[in-house]
T-cell receptor, first 113, second 112 residues
């Protein structure tokens, strides 16, 4: 069974631009969660989607948004990029939204210049 | 954000020794805990999990211990190997679906 895939793997943007990251969960998994990882703040929860609905949201500004499609694939968008948005963005999938085992993708490394 | 990610503690062990990585979690209502291993350039990899109705769970070469009284979690790795070198994170979930709260991580270095 294929694992969680994320595209692109690396991305360089400039301040003020926007970016869209994509995540394909493991086949059959319906829950997708997004996390931001930085050296200073560690791994922080962004949001979770289940059956195309946002179930949970972390403490991030409204510039961070996401969505989930009917095939469970998910995208996250960051608008008006800031230097501090440079991070590894990780996607994790699980079978449902009951708080069970989550499987992570390799992440997208975003650099904002 | 809700995680604490400041200074990363390190643990250095000799190959073949046992390793113990500790974690203090934040919420006494948390009912599910996971240990992840993250190697450089990769996403976190699931190692083992435990629910709050248990205090010990064993896997292959790994054991997780849960002490709810002091909100403490530990990961024991038997016969540590160079391939175990990575950053290890504990994560907790308190009835919030897919929302995991991660600890700061511990870097394990295994000397051959």
């Amino acid at each position: 069974k294929a694992g969680v895939t994320q595209t692109p793997r690396y991305l360089i943007k400039t301040r003020g631009q926007q970016v869209t990251l994509s995540c394909s969960p493991i086949s059959g998994h319906r829950s997708v969660s997004w996390y931001q990882q930085t050296p200073g703040q560690g791994l922080q929860f962004l949001f979770e989607y289940f059956s195309e609905t946002q179930r949970n949201k972390g403490n991030f500004p409204g510039r961070f948004s996401g969505r989930q499609f009917s095939n469970s694939r998910s995208e996250m968008n960051v608008s008006t990029l800031e230097l501090g948005d440079s991070a590894l963005y990780l996607c994790a999938s699980s079978q449902d939204s009951s708080g069970g085992e989550q499987f992570f993708g390799p992440g997208t490394r975003l650099t904002v210049l | 954000g809700e995680s604490v990610g400041l200074h990363l503690p390190t643990l250095s062990v000799q190959e073949g020794d046992n390793s113990i990585i500790n974690c203090a979690y934040s919420n006494s209502a948390s009912d599910y805990f996971i240990w992840y291993k993250q190697e450089s350039g990769k996403g976190p990899q699931f190692i083992i999990d435990i629910r709050s109705n248990m205090d010990k769970r064993q896997g292959q070469r790994v054991t997780v211990l849960l002490n709810k009284t002091v909100k403490h979690l530990s990961l024991q790795i038997a016969a540590t190997q160079p391939g175990d070198s990575a950053v290890y994170f504990c994560a907790e979930n308190y009835n919030q679906g897919g929302k995991l709260i991660f600890g700061q991580g511990t870097e394990l270095s295994v000397k051959p």
